[in-house]
């Protein structure tokens, strides 16, 4: 801005028009125009060697930054952000042409079955889009399940000690109102073998438990859980199992038939990179009618369409569907067990170069049944945060968590990101 301009405006001293000076230097300075955003397939094959460098492109986090925590929210391509950006323009130009009737296009959620973008999910979870409800976040789901089940003061659920909030605070909620009884488990670091983690529910389990809370990717260690058997064993003594996988829709292949649990629900903004505030929520087709609805609106009773029921939550935005209906053709377009074998061998490369570095300790299981693409990992005793913050220096993101720092690799994520954190983490372990 030159001298004498910023002067004029200097004198502006009213509110309204000092309200307006962010705009109009932000506009001044806007970044060219994004370009256009292209889909899995338009450019090639996963097999091709530069695919994943190419798909990079796709994503806006400037080329010289680097994000690993997408276990808190995922950066959505380009085709995702513009779906959502698009249809929000539309909604809000076209809004008096909205006549009402029925062969009009709707243009919120929170009163309509949503029907294709649940076909769409169902299809890569091998489930019936019936069985699917689009909510908010995997908090929405876990507290259905929590509020919606019949349960009665003495009644044991058991949970993992360090959940996720968003994976249990509806039962803890439940003892507080009804009495319920809620039982813990912590499982030691790192988790030897699957074994354990089934004997940790097993042992607390008496003829008044009725719910195994199962998380299926651990928040806090990424410990990927021995969920089918879990089911198994849960259904074998009759007790409902409800399996938090805000951490996996996106990261890992899910089939929910092959899964065999009674309720899952799942944060899709995260690993999915749907855009945020988007949630998918599972009932097997024999609780969907006996479970309650929380949110009551208009088909709070409907039993044609019982998952309905927990997805009429009242005006939505329509526009965070449409971008999640692209986001999930994009993650389709490349395959959900090619995704989960690039970004865990991307993890498997962290850590073999962790078990290198005298001074690193991995935390997080390294069992093969049980680790995933996040990695939590500690340096030389430093705090977490300094971790955080010495690696940001390099503009690489990764998480603090306590004395430690989560790590997950995603699809924008490279061999070299890896390296380059790597050989920082070396040398600050000689420090
Ligand atoms: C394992 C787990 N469960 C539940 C949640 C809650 O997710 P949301 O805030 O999207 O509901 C998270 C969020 O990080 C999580 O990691």
Not at 43 to 61: N, Q, Y
Not at 186 to 214: E, F, M, Q
Not at 231 to 248: H, L, N, P, Y
Not at 314 to 342: M, P
């Amino acid at each position: 801005m030159t001298t004498s301009r910023r002067a004029f405006l200097g004198t502006l001293a009213t509110p309204f028009i000092a309200s307006r000076l962010p705009a109009i230097e932000a506009r001044a300075s806007a970044p060219a125009a994004p370009p256009k955003p292209r889909m899995p397939a338009e450019i090639g094959s996963p097999t091709s060697p530069d695919f994943w460098k190419k798909l990079r492109a796709e994503f806006t986090i400037p080329r010289d930054e680097v994000f690993f925590n997408t276990g808190t929210m995922g950066s959505s391509p380009l085709a995702v952000q513009e779906a959502v950006i698009n249809h929000m323009r539309h909604v809000d130009r076209d809004i008096a042409k909205w006549d009402y009737k029925a062969d009009h296009e709707q243009y919120f959620t929170g009163y309509f079955d949503e029907l294709a973008t649940r076909d769409a999910l169902a299809k890569i979870l091998n489930c019936s889009g019936k069985d699917l409800a689009l909510t908010q976040n995997a908090t929405f789901g876990m507290n259905f399940v929590a509020h919606g089940l019949e349960l009665k003061a003495g009644d044991e659920v058991i949970v993992m000690q360090n959940a996720h909030t968003g994976g249990r605070r509806g039962f803890d909620l439940r003892a507080k109102r009804d009495g319920i009884v809620v039982k813990e488990f912590l499982p030691k670091d790192p988790v030897p073998d699957p074994d354990t983690l089934i004997k940790h529910y097993t042992d607390l389990t008496t003829s008044r438990t009725k719910v195994w809370a199962i998380p299926h990717i651990t928040s806090a260690r990424a410990i990927r859980f021995p969920v089918k058997r879990l089911c198994t064993m849960a259904r074998e003594r009759g007790i409902f199992s409800t399996v938090d996988g805000a951490q996996c829709v996106g990261h890992i292949a899910v089939d929910l038939q092959d899964l065999g649990c009674d309720a899952y629900f799942s944060s899709p903004h995260k690993w999915l990179l749907s855009p945020k505030g988007t949630g998918i929520f599972y009932l097997r087709p024999e609780h969907q009618k006996s479970i309650w609805c929380t949110l009551a609106s208009g088909h709070y009773d409907d039993v044609d369409d019982p998952m309905l029921r927990m997805q009429a939550y009242g005006t939505g935005n329509l526009s965070l569907l449409k971008g999640l209906d692209v986001a999930i053709a994009f993650h389709q377009q490349i395959g959900s067990k090619v995704i989960e074998d690039r970004i865990v061998g991307l993890a498997d490369r962290l850590r073999d170069g962790l078990k290198k570095i005298p001074g690193a300790t991995i935390v997080s299981p390294t069992h093969p049944e049980l680790r995933c693409a996040t990695t939590l990992y500690g340096i030389n005793g430093m705090k977490g945060t300094q971790l955080m913050d010495y690696l940001w220096q390099s503009k690489i993101r990764v998480r603090a968590n306590g004395d430690l720092a989560r790590h997950g690799c995603h699809i924008y994520n490279s061999e070299e990101d890896v390296d380059r954190t790597l050989a920082l983490l070396s040398k600050a372990a000689k420090a």
